[in-house]
């Protein structure tokens, strides 16, 4: 059948040249795969930046996805947190004050970390201010470093003894179940001398006083690595592969290394990424085989290198779809064909900074070369990068075979059921691009750019067999160059550097994810239905195919507050909830009272998916108050939750 008017009433009067027709079939009634989110992570550099109010705020958002969109967040630089007094002798005690900061406000996001043990503890007690480069990589400072030489069998120990205390230190403040589902890992890219400058040997010798210092505290943590760039033809990806296979453990003499997960970092379009994470599969199989089952994670695994470069691609929706396509081929050719074990799939844009850089948003503010005290006003506006994470959360734990036509185009079906029964399929169309290009200098760039996305626009012909008969919502969520793209608005209004508190509020207006429509009701008498839905270039549908339940939602709780400084001297509040109903949500609605007000009126100007909202307080408010309600579905509403009172 055709799309009622929710579908057909989105498509866009365009001139359409060479659009062609997809023919796509998903069944349901077959046994299913096991989807398990193994994208649901970031990255970012350095630790110290979480300090920072823009950081802080970031996190909120990433804590606020919808479903747990993002849980496992991986920043640089953890062990710069760390003082030391009596560094080199038995008597060391440890200063964990700003770690505990920094892992905190991670954990009070529901967020995990990806730690690495990276950086550098200071010999002295407070922490030594840290100095780092224009893209927050190399550390430029060196002062009161202990650790110089990890040849030195002092160094090895005391670097054993440092990873072990501070593993019981976060099993004492978080618990050891806690801990135990994090990820440890090795430092960054130590191939790269600016990340590792200490060799090969000194590498492995660290390694081996992480996985004791960590076991020591508890066997059942996690520890792995190697995170290298590129990989398997680096010398650091070889030999940990080989001395966890067969090398000496420098601290019991044993053969072989315990390695609980591979990591390594292969940034590229799609397509060629999976190419290359099969010949590191490839390599394992042949030459380690007693760790092919070893779980694989490629946890910065971005189009390109280079988070600070600016790529005219990054504001739009063209790398929400790209995310989208990476995951589909992920699963279907890298995981499915062979079977094996994906634990994380990592685009690493934790990054604060402009649109055309990789970041989750697009930050204003007036001053952007300061490095780690921000102090100063600023906007956050979510791209759609950002956004599909939310709409990711929504797919189902179960995955269904798919078949189309023309596999080897950029575009394709994800379809999936949840534990409720709903049928969530993703649709994405991510056209072949030049990604190497940098930010597009004039219009008439971006007017080239916008004719290559016209020419490998799509429509879908999607037929579900093996539904369950009944009724259902269909919900239609949508990103593409006009929907759910505040980048188009700011482009709209002269691109300004430092936007006016009225064209802020015009972007954030339209920056989830768009509801095309309201949701339709559909019958399904026989198991198969048919849809069609065109796709413009570049985009993301997610369709979601609802059984309705009798639960009606309940209210939100747990509200808390950040509140921080807007880019024109505005008061912000970043209120976020939590909420014990991950699926079915169709929107929260965020309401407000301020003494001047005799009645609540809505906050958030679009249906609101996330579970966090930034909100310009009015001027001389004295107090306000907060409630939130949840929408489903079926248009059936939560009572109001109870209030957040602010007083000033």
């Known amino acids: 059948m055709k799309i009622p008017t929710l579908l057909s009433a989105l498509f866009l009067p365009v001139m359409i040249y060479g659009q062609a027709t997809v023919k ?80 905190d ?35 430029k400072s060196d002062a009161n470093r202990y650790f110089t030489d990890f040849e030195n069998p002092v160094q090895i120990k005391q670097f054993r003894d440092l990873v072990k205390s501070m593993a019981l230190h976060f099993i004492d403040r978080y618990g050891k179940q806690e801990v135990r589902s994090w990820y440890f890992e090795t430092t960054n890219e130590p191939n790269l001398k600016n990340f590792w ?39 650091y990806f ?60 490629n946890d910065e695994a971005d189009p390109i290198a280079g988070w600070s470069k600016k790529y005219w691609w990054r504001p739009g929706p063209w790398y929400a779809s790209f995310v989208v396509h990476s995951i589909d081929l992920h699963d279907r050719y890298l995981i499915g064909r062979n079977d094996l074990s994906y634990a994380l799939l990592s685009n690493d844009n934790g990054f604060m900074g402009d649109w055309y850089r990789r970041t989750h948003f697009a930050r204003f503010t007036r001053n952007n070369d300061d490095q780690l005290s921000n102090s100063h006003g600023f906007y956050l506006v979510k791209k759609p990068v950002y956004t599909v994470m939310s709409l990711l ?9 798919v078949t189309l036509d023309n596999l080897d185009k950029n575009y394709g079906v994800i379809p999936t059921e949840d534990s409720l029964g709903n049928y969530i399929i993703a649709i994405y169309n991510s056209p072949t691009i030049e990604i190497s290009y940098q930010a597009p200098e ?20 999607i037929s ?79 369709l979601v195919l609802a059984r309705k339940t009798e639960t009606v939602p309940a209210a939100p709780y ?52 996330d579970r966090g909202y930034s909100y310009i307080l009015p001027e001389n408010v004295k107090r306000v108050e907060y409630r939130i309600k949840t929408i489903d579905y079926w248009g059936r509403e939560s009572v109001l939750s109870e209030p957040l009172i602010l007083s000033y």
């Open 24 to 103: 796509v079939n998903a069944d349901f009634s077959g046994r299913p795969a096991t989807e398990n989110h193994f994208w649901r992570s970031t990255g970012f550099t350095p630790a110290a930046a979480i300090l920072r109010p823009d950081m802080q705020i970031t996190l909120d958002h990433l804590g606020a996805t919808a479903g747990s969109g993002i849980v496992y967040v991986r920043p640089h630089y953890m062990l710069n947190l760390v003082g030391m007094k009596g560094a080199g002798t038995s008597a060391v005690v440890y200063n964990w004050g700003k770690l505990d900061q920094v892992m």
């Open 464 to 542: 579900l067999a093996g539904l369950k008969k009944g009724q259902y919502k269909l919900i239609h969520y949508r990103i593409d160059e006009k929907h759910g793209n505040p980048f188009d608005i700011w482009k709209k209004n002269g691109r300004p550097g430092l936007p006016s508190t009225e064209v802020y509020r015009k972007m954030i207006a339209v920056q989830e994810p768009a509801l095309m429509g309201s949701p339709s009701d559909v019958t399904v008498n026989s198991n198969i239905i048919e849809l069609e839905v065109d796709m413009p270039s570049p985009s993301v549908s997610f």
């Open 105 to 139: 406000k991670l954990l009070e996001n529901g967020l995990k970390p990806i730690f690495e043990i990276m950086g550098y503890p200071s010999s002295s007690w407070e922490v030594s201010e840290q100095v780092f480069d224009n893209a927050f990589q190399g550390q």
């Open 238 to 297: 070889k030999a940990l592969l080989e001395h966890c296979s067969s090398g000496m453990n420098y601290f019991t003499g044993e053969n072989g290394v315990r390695i609980d997960f591979i990591s390594y970092h292969l940034k590229n379009r799609a397509r060629y990424m999976i190419g290359e994470e099969q010949g590191v599969y490839d390599f394992i199989v042949e030459n380690y085989p007693a760790l092919m089952n070893i779980p694989l994670i």
């Open 393 to 401: 959360a929504l797919l189902g734990d179960k995955r269904y075979p």
């Open 197 to 235: 400058p200490f060799g090969l040997q000194g590498f492995l010798n660290y390694y081996d006083a992480c996985s004791e210092g960590l076991k020591d505290a508890d066997p059942a943590l996690r520890f792995g690595g190697p995170g290298t760039a590129g990989a398997p033809n680096n010398a």
């Open 558 to 609: 747990g509200l808390s507050f950040d509140e921080y400084n807007g880019l024109n001297h505005d008061k912000m509040v970043y209120v976020s909830w939590k909420d014990s109903l991950n699926t079915n949500v169709l929107s929260y609605e965020l309401m407000c009272k301020t003494d001047s007000d005799t009645a609540f009126s809505r906050v958030n100007a679009q249906y609101q998916r």
């Open 442 to 461: 004039s219009t008439e760039m971006e007017y080239a750019d916008s004719t290559i996305f016209r020419c490998q626009e799509t429509s879908m012909k």
